[in-house]
C-alpha cells in the first residue's frame, strides 16, 4: 500500500513488520512471561507510561534477526533475542536512538530467517521490555 504525503511523495504506508518471538520475555505486572504465554489484559511494564494493558496479540510470519546476548551493553539483551528484522530497539549512549534491529549490523548475527513472530497490541505504541532490551511495540 502507498500513500501520499503533505509534500506529494509517495511512500509505502505499509507498517513495518514488528514483534517478538517464542520464548522472548517480557515484563509484566505478574513478573517475567514467554510473550507465547500473554494474554489479552495482561498489564505489560512499559518504560514510558508503566504498566498498560495487552489489547491483543497477533501472530504473523516474518524475517527475524538475532541479537546475540550482551551485545548491546552490560547484559543486554539478557539472552540471545530473534525479534522481527524490523523491530525497533531503544539504544542508550552519549544520545538514545531508536534504531531498526536490521541496522545493527555489528550486533545483529544470522540469517534474516523466517520465523513466527507476536506482536503486541496496545491504545497506542509504547516501549516495553523484552529479554532485558528496550523495545518498541509499534
Known amino acids: 500500500m502507498t500513500a ?4 506529494n511523495v509517495f511512500h509505502d504506508a505499509t507498517p513495518a513488520q514488528t514483534g517478538l518471538t517464542k520464548g522472548t520475555i517480557v515484563l509484566t505486572l505478574r513478573g517475567e512471561v514467554a510473550v507465547e504465554d500473554l494474554r489479552e489484559g495482561d498489564r505489560i511494564i512499559t518504560r514510558d507510561v508503566g504498566a498498560q ?5 497477533e501472530q504473523s510470519t516474518a524475517k527475524s ?3 546475540q546476548k550482551g551485545s548491546l551493553g552490560a547484559n543486554m539483551p539478557e539472552r540471545d533475542t530473534r525479534v522481527a528484522a524490523e523491530q525497533a530497539i531503544l539504544l ?5 536512538s531508536l534504531v531498526s534491529v ?3 549490523a555489528g ?24 529479554n532485558g532490551a528496550e523495545l518498541t511495540t509499534g
Do not use: C, M, Q, W
Open 65 to 67: 534477526a538475532l541479537i
Open 107 to 130: 550486533e545483529v548475527r544470522g540469517t534474516l530467517e523466517k520465523t513466527t513472530i507476536y506482536r503486541l497490541i496496545f491504545d497506542r505504541n509504547h516501549v516495553i521490555y523484552a
Open 4 to 7: 501520499l504525503t503533505s509534500n
Open 53 to 57: 494493558p495487552l489489547r491483543a496479540i
Open 92 to 96: 542508550r549512549g552519549e544520545k538514545t
Open 102 to 104: 536490521s541496522s545493527l
